[in-house]
């Protein structure tokens, strides 16, 4: 069982808006930044949101990152069949001294 | 173009030992902190060790304390694990990480393509 709780599984359109929300508590995301990474499965992970809200170079504005209390969300605009893949919340738990993950949600473009 | 190349994994009896390595390129690998994260099959991913630039600070995910230890050669910009009292639940594709950001470079921005790990007699 994760320290982070994420949706199993979320689906919408092509072209379409999804979120995906990340819950945790003060000790981890209440007090840290939240990280979202994108993986497909037999590939190398990719880092999608830092700091809650802030996209690496060459992830494009179709991806963003929000923040509340001991929430996190992930949010992706016109999706695309490309998109589907898992998606996974992190973030450092002040109490416990380790990274932590969410249980990650797959993500079906329908 | 940052590289990470795990290598080291393959199949081991339980209670066998085994150590990974990651080679890293393309970036100052002295300044930054370096992590492993796993993937069991069907499961998500999950952290296991993080070591700071300087091996100042190490840290272990519960599941591994005490069984596995995190290293690294900052002459040979390289990254290691050695695993030791394997357990058939360690079996997993086994990640390289670059870390940044806060709390021993909790923030993984670029990841190996990983080595499988199979724990069974």
């Known amino acids: 069982q994760s320290v982070l709780t994420q949706p199993p599984s979320v689906s919408a359109a092509p072209g379409q808006k999804v979120t995906i929300s990340c819950s945790g508590s003060n000790s981890n995301i209440g007090n840290n930044y939240v990280s979202w990474y994108q993986h497909l499965p037999g590939t190398a992970p990719k880092l999608l949101i830092y700091?809650?809200?802030k996209r690496p170079s060459g992830i494009p504005d179709r991806f963003s990152g929000s923040k509340s209390g001991t929430s996190g969300t992930l949010g992706i605009t016109g999706l695309q069949t490309g998109d589907e893949a898992d998606y996974y919340c992190g973030t450092w738990d002040s109490r416990l001294s380790v990274v932590v993950f969410g249980g990650g949600t797959k993500l079906t473009v329908l | 173009e940052v590289q990470l190349v795990e290598s080291g994994g393959g199949l081991v009896k339980p209670g066998g030992s085994l150590r990974l390595s990651c080679a890293a390129s393309a970036f100052s690998f002295t300044t930054y902190s370096m992590n492993w994260v796993r993937q069991a099959p069907g499961k998500g991913l999950e952290w296991v060790s993080s070591?700071?630039?300087?091996?100042?600070?190490?840290y272990y995910a519960d599941s591994v304390k005490g069984r596995f230890t995190i290293s690294r050669d900052n002459a040979k910009n390289s990254l290691y694990l050695q695993m030791n009292s394997l357990r058939a639940e360690d079996t997993a594709v086994y990640y390289c990480?670059?870390?940044?950001?806060?709390?021993?470079?909790?923030?993984?921005?670029?990841w190996g393509q990983g080595t499988l790990v199979i724990v069974s007699s």
């Open positions: 700091d809650n809200n």
């Open positions: 990480a670059r870390g940044f950001g806060a709390n021993c470079g909790s923030v993984f921005d670029n």
């Open positions: 070591i700071s630039s300087t091996s100042n600070y190490i």
